[in-house]
């Protein structure tokens, strides 16, 4: 337990439906991010937000909407994805100002199937 | 975009041997991290090295920041199963965090 937890664990949606990932943490952290985990692909970052405004959008597809309403929740709202998107997405937090041993903690992400 | 690229990208290994993986980059960290990953789980943090040079040991794993802190190895003795999962390295310049390509571990018993 990581104090980071995410729902569903599991996600399987078709390419017209419209559906949202959820990131709660339990942590008193300031900023949170998104992440994209693909197979044979390094980690990618999605979002970054801290003290509740986004401050990193790393061109991602319109189709992905991140919304952060508080300190200690994250959503990424989908619609009309590609095959191409189905993923493991990754929520983090960390206490953001902490300077160079500024951690990150992660949740156990959701797998995402595209079809 | 910073890379950070990790060498090997797979390593199979029997239990008790030593390994040891890479993280190179171009660019300068204000500090760098070591993950685990293990299957169905989210990264968890191992290490983080700040000072170039630092070396930093975790029972079986020593780390180890280069001079210039661009780069960094994990050096594992006597290796276990339980070592066994992906290890990412992690660049890191204020609330930024650039993951490495990973490197697959499974140690055989």
């Known amino acids: 337990e990581t104090g980071v937890t995410q729902t569903p664990r599991h996600l399987v949606m078709g390419m017209t439906n419209k559906k949202s990932l959820k990131c709660e943490q339990h942590l008193g952290h300031n900023a949170m991010y998104w992440y994209k985990q693909s197979a044979k692909k390094p980690l990618e970052l999605m979002f970054v937000?801290?003290?509740?405004?986004?401050?990193e959008n790393n061109s991602v597809p319109s189709r992905f909407s991140p919304e952060c309403p508080n300190s200690s929740h994250l959503f990424l709202h989908l619609h009309t994805l590609q095959p191409e998107d189905s993923a493991l997405y990754l929520c983090?937090?960390?206490?953001?100002?902490?300077?160079?041993?500024?951690?990150?903690?992660f949740g156990p992400g959701t797998r995402l199937t595209v079809l | 975009t910073q890379l950070l690229e990790q060498s090997p990208q797979f390593l199979s290994i029997q239990e008790g041997e030593n390994l040891t993986v890479y993280c190179n980059s171009s660019?300068?960290?204000?500090?760098l991290q070591w993950y685990r990953q293990e299957p169905g789980e989210g990264p968890v943090l191992l290490v983080t090295v700040v000072t170039g040079g630092e070396v930093k040991k975790l029972k079986r794993l020593t780390f180890q920041f280069g001079d210039a802190r661009k780069d960094s190895s994990l050096h594992i003795t006597a290796a276990q199963p339980g070592d066994t999962g992906l290890y990412l390295c992690?660049?890191?310049?204020?609330?930024?965090?650039?993951f490495g390509t990973g490197t697959s571990l499974t140690v055989i018993p």
């Open positions: 937000y801290s003290l509740e405004e986004r401050v």
């Open positions: 992690a660049g890191v310049t204020g609330n930024q965090f650039y």
């Open positions: 660019s300068v960290f204000s500090s």
């Open positions: 983090a937090s960390s206490p953001a100002g902490q300077g160079p041993e500024n951690e990150q903690f």
